[in-house]
């Protein structure tokens, strides 16, 4: 009897969760998570249904001979999870976090071994592919060893990435899950995933939304903020969903909260004569997180709560700085990350500084209601769809909204980001936006994930979606060379937003000449905006619409002179884009991505 | 008798047939003290919450809200790794101060005070519930480490 497995590879945390598929039943049965064996203090496993994304590089006397045994591994090269993430606290040196954040980063090397970003020499270093990949190898082996007669291998796998992910982002994680030892994956989108786990709790769903609604899914988690919107249509006189709108990959999440919080309580004791020091304040980062619950809990009335941190050495007590978190600085911080803006209130962009560090793109604009006027003002509105419900001002206005990820736990965040919601409708016209009731929120993706397996069977609804983004490929125009002037290039659409999974075309009437035993590159780009071009429709002047990504390259083996060829563009089941090169007598060959070349920014 | 004597008196020894030499016997499952239990505990309460240091310390020079200060956060840390690794019960799940009859008369069970009659007791006031170990679920222990080492020193390399 298969399992459908679904894994919500996170950025700071990883979750499993599965559904036995008994072949007779029609209706979809629920999922249940897995609880994850890993090492949450030396020498001691432990079963915890969140596994931490976190990746600790040990060194020889990192920990006591054997402490780091796991149930399938007694010498386990790299330390996964709880542990992981602890001694990463003391040592960050040999800390790998937020790897999923360096996959979708296209200003490094993501197949080059670069992590620990910050390591010193001598450290072993990982690729953010392999780092990615060891968090999946360690939730095959530990389903492995608690389901000895299910082999992982033959149940069918749903990774979950963000929306926001672009197509490169998308075919690293495959090959990270490739490389775990996983066969029979497909990729899923995240908001979606959160969806189906509200419509697998909800068996009535089709009462609770009617045609023509429009479902805003917002996404805040640990380290990344998603916007979705998926719209309600209906095929064959039966409801069914589209997901219509994706927004940007948007760096920013909990943690940056957690760590404004850390910071502005570290400035009051800056201000008395308290200076902290790097673990101090990791201590004041995570007191500050569960200060903040405290605070966030709608039955506490409690002005301020104790923030301390304990003395370093034996001088528990005499060491001990003491600090509170007052309701006045979460007020504060929160009102810097979900200020109450009006709908054409846009985010700032990123500053251009000409010598910039070398790290994560994390957002310029700490504001999350901002970025989601612009995902809604210019993003959603961009597409040309009769489903999409419009304000006056071409505002897309969704009639109900569905939260997911830890920061949407607290009421007052989800509070707010109604209340912004409201007076943007409002302003429109419409009515006040429905919330669709919350769920396990730091769970839902992964039992979404599984629910969507089954959904594959025809044994629950599915979202239409496709990809989520329009591709292009650079073209050089033909025209005479001018002294300092770039030849200036065209974009040729090869793939359209909404294209199919399981679908393929042919780019017509253009083809191009490669000479074969010699790599051919291309300039690859993608647009979240410009939904409307049409596959072999050319661009000229776009601006800032489009957004570059890692080449792409294709050798052509065999001998003899230029081989005409034509652009075939392939939408895997699996949700993977692809093309190909396909020369007049049927030959093929893939266009490979070429993440090893630094994008020219 | 003497090995001189012996060979003067004719009298050699039976030559012993050299012991076979035997397989390394596969090493004995590591012996652990009674104690070993205990120290893993204080390790796990002071790793989690930093008790040993609280009650090592002399706090006697300290104001009331510095101690204060540090006795909730420690509190707190140590409530939650007790609770992880011991799973406690009241002995009599009853109400402080109303009438309790005794489920046993087990003296480690129940302990009677005040004007206890001679002839022992069949019921009285419940003073305190009393704490019983429901399931006790600690990690196994390593047999490579120190268990007398209850904290290991810590060195910064700034």
């Given at each position: 009897m298969p399992?459908?497995?679904?894994?919500?590879?996170?950025?700071t945390?990883?979750a499993?969760?599965?559904?036995?598929?008994?072949?007779?039943?029609?209706?979809?049965p629920?999922a249940?998570?897995?609880?994850?064996?890993?090492?949450?203090?030396?020498?001691e496993?432990?079963e915890?249904?969140?596994l931490p994304?976190f990746?600790?590089v040990?060194g020889?006397?990192?920990?006591?001979e054997g402490?780091?045994?796991l149930?399938?591994?007694?010498h386990?090269?790299?330390?996964?999870?709880?542990?992981?993430?602890?001694?990463?606290?003391?040592?960050?040196?040999?800390?790998?976090?937020?790897?999923k954040s360096?996959?979708?980063h296209?200003g490094?090397?993501?197949l080059?071994?670069i992590?620990?970003?910050?390591?010193?020499?001598g450290v072993?270093?990982?690729?953010?592919?392999?780092?990615?990949?060891q968090y999946?190898?360690?939730?095959?082996?530990?389903?492995?060893?608690?389901m000895?007669n299910?082999?992982?291998?033959?149940?069918?796998?749903?990774v979950?990435?963000p929306?926001?992910?672009?197509?490169v982002?998308?075919?690293l994680?495959?090959?990270?899950?490739?490389?775990?030892?996983?066969?029979?994956i497909?990729?899923?989108e995240?908001?979606?995933?959160?969806?189906?786990?509200?419509?697998?709790?909800?068996p009535?769903?089709?009462?609770?939304?009617?045609?023509g609604?429009l479902?805003l899914?917002?996404?805040i988690g640990?380290?990344t903020?998603?916007f979705?919107?998926i719209?309600?249509?209906?095929?064959?006189?039966?409801l069914?969903l589209?997901?219509?709108?994706?927004?940007?990959?948007i760096l920013?999440g909990?943690?940056?909260i957690?760590?404004?919080?850390?910071r502005?309580?570290?400035e009051?004791l800056?201000?008395?004569?308290t200076?902290?020091?790097?673990?101090?304040?990791?201590?004041?980062w995570a007191?500050?997180?569960?200060?903040?619950?405290?605070?966030?809990?709608?039955?506490?009335?409690?002005k301020?709560?104790?923030?301390?941190?304990l003395g370093?050495?034996t001088?528990?007590v005499?060491g001990?700085?003491?600090?509170s978190?007052?309701?006045?600085?979460?007020?504060?911080?929160?009102e810097?990350?979900?200020?109450a803006?009006?709908s054409?209130?846009m985010p700032a962009r990123?500053?251009?500084?000409?010598?910039?560090?070398i790290?994560?793109?994390?957002?310029a604009?700490?504001?999350?209601?901002?970025?989601?006027?612009?995902?809604?003002s210019?993003?959603?509105?961009?597409?040309?769809?009769?489903?999409?419900?419009?304000g006056?001002?071409?505002?897309?206005?969704p009639?109900?909204v569905?939260?997911?990820?830890?920061?949407?736990?607290?009421?007052?965040?989800?509070?707010r980001l109604?209340?912004?919601?409201?007076?943007w409708?409002?302003?429109?016209?419409?009515q006040?936006?429905?919330s669709l009731?919350?769920?396990?929120?730091?769970?839902?993706?992964?039992?979404?994930a599984?629910y969507?397996?089954t959904?594959?069977?025809?044994k629950?609804?599915?979202?239409r979606?496709?990809?989520?983004?329009?591709?292009?490929?650079?073209?050089?125009?033909?025209?005479?060379?001018?002294?300092?002037?770039?030849?200036?290039?065209?974009?040729?659409?090869?793939a359209s937003?909404?294209?199919?999974?399981?679908?393929?075309?042919?780019?017509?009437d253009?083809e191009?000449g490669?000479i074969v035993g010699e790599?051919?590159?291309?300039?690859f780009?993608?647009?979240a905006?410009?939904?409307?071009?049409?596959?072999?429709?050319?661009?000229?002047?776009?601006?800032?619409?489009?957004?570059?990504?890692?080449?792409?390259?294709v050798q052509?083996?065999?001998?003899?002179?230029?081989?005409?060829?034509?652009?075939?563009?392939?939408?895997?089941?699996?949700g993977?884009?692809?093309?190909?090169?396909?020369?007049?007598?049927?030959?093929?060959?893939?266009?490979e991505?070429?993440?090893?070349?630094?994008?020219?920014? | 008798?003497?090995?001189?004597?012996?060979?003067d008196?004719?009298?050699?020894p039976?030559?012993?047939?050299?012991?076979?030499?035997?397989?390394?016997a596969?090493?004995?499952p590591p012996?652990f003290?009674?104690?070993d239990?205990a120290?893993q505990?204080?390790?796990?309460?002071?790793?989690?919450?930093r008790?040993?240091?609280?009650?090592m310390?002399d706090?006697s020079?300290?104001?009331?809200?510095?101690?204060?200060a540090?006795?909730r956060?420690?509190?707190?840390?140590?409530?939650?790794?007790?609770?992880?690794?011991?799973?406690?019960?009241?002995?009599?799940d009853?109400?402080e101060?109303?009438?309790t009859?005794?489920?046993?008369?087990?003296?480690?069970?129940?302990k009677?005070?005040g004007n206890?009659?001679?002839?022992?007791?069949?019921?009285?006031?419940?003073?305190?519930?009393?704490?019983?170990?429901?399931?006790v679920s600690?990690?196994?222990?390593?047999?490579?480490q120190?268990?007398?080492v209850?904290?290991?020193?810590?060195?910064?390399?700034e």
């Amino acid at each position: 009897m298969p399992h459908v497995i679904g894994i919500d590879l996170g950025t700071t945390n990883s979750a499993m969760a599965y559904v036995g598929l008994p072949a007779d039943v029609t209706e979809a049965p629920s999922a249940s998570m897995f609880a994850v064996p890993q090492l949450v203090n030396a020498s001691e496993v432990a079963e915890e249904t969140l596994l931490p994304s976190f990746l600790y590089v040990p060194g020889e006397k990192d920990f006591p001979e054997g402490a780091t045994a796991l149930p399938w591994n007694e010498h386990p090269d790299y330390v996964i999870g709880r542990l992981a993430q602890k001694r990463g606290n003391e040592n960050t040196g040999r800390l790998v976090s937020s790897a999923k954040s360096w996959l979708s980063h296209s200003g490094v090397d993501r197949l080059s071994p670069i992590l620990p970003w910050k390591a010193p020499e001598g450290v072993k270093k990982l690729s953010p592919v392999e780092a990615s990949s060891q968090y999946l190898a360690h939730l095959r082996e530990a389903w492995n060893n608690k389901m000895p007669n299910v082999p992982f291998v033959d149940q069918e796998i749903l990774v979950t990435v963000p929306a926001s992910f672009d197509a490169v982002a998308r075919d690293l994680t495959q090959k990270a899950a490739e490389q775990a030892g996983y066969k029979n994956i497909t990729l899923l989108e995240e908001p979606q995933a959160a969806f189906y786990a509200w419509i697998e709790r909800h068996p009535d769903w089709r009462e609770r939304v009617k045609l023509g609604d429009l479902i805003l899914v917002v996404d805040i988690g640990g380290g990344t903020t998603d916007f979705t919107l998926i719209a309600v249509l209906e095929r064959n006189g039966e409801l069914v969903l589209e997901r219509v709108a994706v927004g940007e990959h948007i760096l920013l999440g909990g943690d940056n909260i957690d760590l404004a919080l850390a910071r502005t309580v570290g400035e009051k004791l800056a201000a008395k004569g308290t200076r902290i020091d790097g673990l101090q304040l990791q201590a004041l980062w995570a007191n500050c997180r569960t200060a903040k619950e405290k605070l966030l809990d709608p039955e506490s009335k409690a002005k301020e709560v104790p923030v301390t941190i304990l003395g370093k050495g034996t001088g528990l007590v005499g060491g001990t700085i003491k600090a509170s978190l007052t309701r006045a600085d979460l007020d504060q911080v929160l009102e810097g990350f979900f200020p109450a803006v009006a709908s054409n209130d846009m985010p700032a962009r990123a500053r251009r500084v000409a010598l910039q560090e070398i790290g994560l793109p994390y957002a310029a604009d700490a504001a999350i209601t901002r970025h989601l006027a612009r995902f809604l003002s210019q993003q959603a509105a961009a597409v040309e769809h009769d489903t999409v419900r419009r304000g006056p001002s071409g505002l897309a206005s969704p009639t109900h909204v569905l939260f997911n990820g830890g920061v949407l736990n607290a009421t007052f965040v989800r509070e707010r980001l109604l209340s912004v919601l409201n007076t943007w409708l409002n302003a429109e016209g419409f009515q006040a936006i429905q919330s669709l009731s919350g769920e396990d929120l730091m769970h839902a993706v992964a039992r979404g994930a599984a629910y969507y397996g089954t959904a594959r069977h025809g044994k629950g609804v599915r979202i239409r979606g496709g990809i989520p983004r329009t591709y292009y490929i650079g073209i050089e125009t033909a025209m005479p060379a001018v002294p300092g002037m770039m030849a200036p290039l065209k974009a040729l659409t090869v793939a359209s937003f909404g294209m199919e999974e399981g679908t393929d075309l042919r780019i017509p009437d253009r083809e191009f000449g490669l000479i074969v035993g010699e790599p051919a590159e291309f300039r690859f780009f993608c647009s979240a905006v410009r939904k409307n071009d049409t596959p072999g429709q050319m661009i000229e002047d776009f601006g800032e619409d489009l957004e570059e990504l890692a080449p792409m390259e294709v050798q052509l083996t065999g001998s003899g002179g230029i081989v005409p060829v034509s652009f075939e563009t392939v939408v895997t089941e699996t949700g993977v884009l692809q093309l190909w090169c396909v020369a007049h007598d049927g030959r093929r060959w893939k266009l490979e991505f070429n993440v090893r070349e630094r994008v020219a920014a | 008798m003497s090995p001189e004597l012996i060979s003067d008196l004719g009298l050699a020894p039976k030559p012993v047939k050299p012991a076979k030499p035997e397989k390394p016997a596969a090493p004995p499952p590591p012996a652990f003290k009674p104690s070993d239990g205990a120290l893993q505990i204080l390790g796990i309460m002071q790793r989690d919450s930093r008790i040993i240091d609280f009650l090592m310390e002399d706090i006697s020079s300290y104001e009331d809200d510095q101690v204060g200060a540090a006795v909730r956060a420690m509190q707190t840390a140590a409530r939650d790794a007790l609770v992880r690794y011991v799973s406690l019960a009241p002995v009599i799940d009853g109400v402080e101060g109303t009438f309790t009859k005794p489920p046993s008369n087990d003296p480690s069970v129940v302990k009677y005070l005040g004007n206890v009659p001679a002839a022992g007791a069949t019921g009285g006031t419940l003073r305190h519930r009393g704490w019983r170990a429901v399931s006790v679920s600690l990690p196994p222990l390593n047999p490579k480490q120190d268990m007398a080492v209850i904290a290991p020193a810590e060195i910064e390399v700034e």
